[in-house]
């Protein structure tokens, strides 16, 4: 009797004396007869489909073009961001008012330690606080991502400028 050396099937793990090596989801494998049946031979196999002949030369597949995927809408892409000046248009919009940092705390019922942190930039406030602020003092806190603010410069006498052509992403 011929001694045969055990192979395992690389997708089930059964031992056997014989492989077959098949195209099992673009992967080239070495399976047992039985698993022999979820693939493809790579004689066979070919990533653009079965090919048809029409006319002369044209070779077309019977593969359908995927459409490109659109890109899903972002979370982030609508969320407001906390405007980078916030300390100043707080402290600005106070002094406007002619209120001091313990009475404008006392209006809005917060520490007066929190906003002098809010307007040295030690803290940022947060939904809650902002929409308390923008309220109070009338002033707007947030800006859009993505949103453009577009920056056309005086003309000087030597000509244009870089800050004559560009626009400025906030």
Same mark, same amino acid.
């Given at each position: 009797m011929r001694d045969s050396i055990m192979q395992m099937c690389e997708l089930c793990g059964k031992l056997?004396?014989?492989l077959y090596k098949v195209i099992i989801e673009g992967s080239e494998m070495n399976v047992c007869k039985e698993c022999a049946k979820f693939g493809k031979s790579p004689k066979t196999?070919?990533?653009?489909?079965? $090919?048809?002949?029409?006319?002369?030369?044209?070779?077309?597949?019977? $593969?359908?073009? $995927?459409?490109?995927? $659109?890109?899903? &809408? =972002?979370?982030? =892409?609508?969320?407001?961001?906390? &405007?980078e000046d916030y300390g100043d248009v707080i402290r600005e919009a106070r002094e406007k008012r002619g209120l001091s940092i313990e009475e404008l705390a006392k209006k809005l019922k917060m520490k007066a330690s929190t906003l002098q942190k809010f307007e040295r930039y030690e803290l940022e406030p947060n939904e809650k606080e902002i929409k308390i602020l923008e309220k109070e003092?009338?002033?707007?806190l947030?800006?859009?991502?993505g949103e453009?603010?577009?920056?056309?410069?005086? &003309?000087?006498?030597?000509?244009?400028?870089?800050?004559?052509?560009?626009k400025i992403k906030k």
């Open positions: 056997t004396d014989k196999y070919s990533r653009l489909g079965k $090919k048809t002949i029409i006319g002369k030369g044209t070779i077309t597949t019977n $593969k359908q073009v $995927k459409k490109p995927i $659109k890109r899903r &809408r =972002d979370i982030f =892409d609508t969320l407001p961001m906390l &405007r003092l009338k002033i707007s947030t800006e859009s991502i453009e603010t577009s920056y056309y410069g005086g &003309r000087d006498e030597d000509g244009f400028t870089l800050g004559d052509f560009i």
